[in-house]
């Protein structure tokens, strides 16, 4: 029987990954900061992934019960809507600390329980290839910097002999769009330096987030990254066409488009 350890259980995403895991037959573990109200898996445990030493506290409770891992998958992750230049120091830290850092701590803490040819899966998001848009910026360069992590991790570990795949989602319907509002509020009514529109970068947010897709379909893309016989290097899931196309333009171009659309 197979083994898998998977970040952020307790999310939309995550939760729906074990569930997926656990309906082929896997013995899912989890991991989260917070509780999870249902757990499709072998065992839940409560960690924080910029804590080594909790992290460390389930790598010994895994090898107490001599688990080895058949892969690892990555769905923690922070999102967070503010400005650059105002957005606090410490919720700059975190960000990163959570979506890069959590990322290098779990992988290097749980490698020796990794057996042949294990397999990571590492979700990101179709931002990261993107230009950025405004007071998406944070986000944006977390993921950005996950995926150069994960080119670079890939390059290591097919040495003795595991594969890392990445998951490119655009909007998965986790029931995070309140929580992405409550932050964009409190972005538009806090700013000193900006005069936003909260009313049209709203629009926008609920536009993109009115095109979700389930989380079972971004699932899906992670167990063909577990089970194929020669997965791809990156799944794409659900990516927007207009901000794609927004892309491709010329950069000043979308210097003006965005001004005009947020002023």
């Not at 939760?15 to 109200?37: M, N, P, T």
């Not at 019960?65 to 992750?77: E, M, N």
Request: with cysteine; hydrophobic share 45%.
């Amino acid at each position: 029987m197979s083994d898998y350890l998977v970040t952020g259980a307790a999310g939309g995403m995550g939760s729906a990954i074990c569930r997926e895991l656990a309906d082929r037959g896997a013995k899912v573990w989890g991991i989260d900061g917070r509780d999870a109200e249902k757990f499709a898996g072998e065992g839940f445990f409560r960690a924080d992934l910029t804590k080594t030493e909790e992290l460390k506290r389930v790598f010994e409770e895994l090898s107490e019960k001599s688990v080895t891992l058949d892969g690892v998958i990555h769905a923690a992750g922070i999102y967070d809507l503010d400005s650059l230049v105002e957005i606090e120091e410490s919720s700059f830290i975190r960000d990163f600390d959570v979506n890069l850092f959590g990322i290098y701590r779990t992988n290097r803490i749980f490698l020796p329980l990794f057996k042949e040819k294990s397999r990571v899966v590492i979700i990101s998001s179709e931002l990261a290839p993107l230009r950025p848009l405004p007071f998406t910026g944070i986000y944006a360069v977390t993921k950005a910097a996950v995926e150069k992590y994960a080119e670079a991790l890939r390059m290591e570990l097919q040495l003795p002999g595991h594969s890392v795949t990445v998951i490119r989602p655009g909007a998965v319907n986790t029931g995070m769009l309140p929580a992405s509002v409550k932050k964009l509020d409190s972005f538009t009514s806090g700013t000193k330096l900006y005069s936003v529109s909260a009313a049209r970068f709203r629009k926008i947010v609920e536009s993109v987030e009115s095109k979700s897709v389930p989380p079972e379909k971004l699932s899906r893309a992670v167990l063909k990254a577990l089970f194929s016989k020669r997965p791809r290097l990156t799944y794409c899931v659900n990516r927007n066409p207009l901000l794609l196309l927004f892309g491709l333009f010329p950069e000043r171009f979308r210097l003006f488009v965005i001004k005009k659309i947020l002023s």
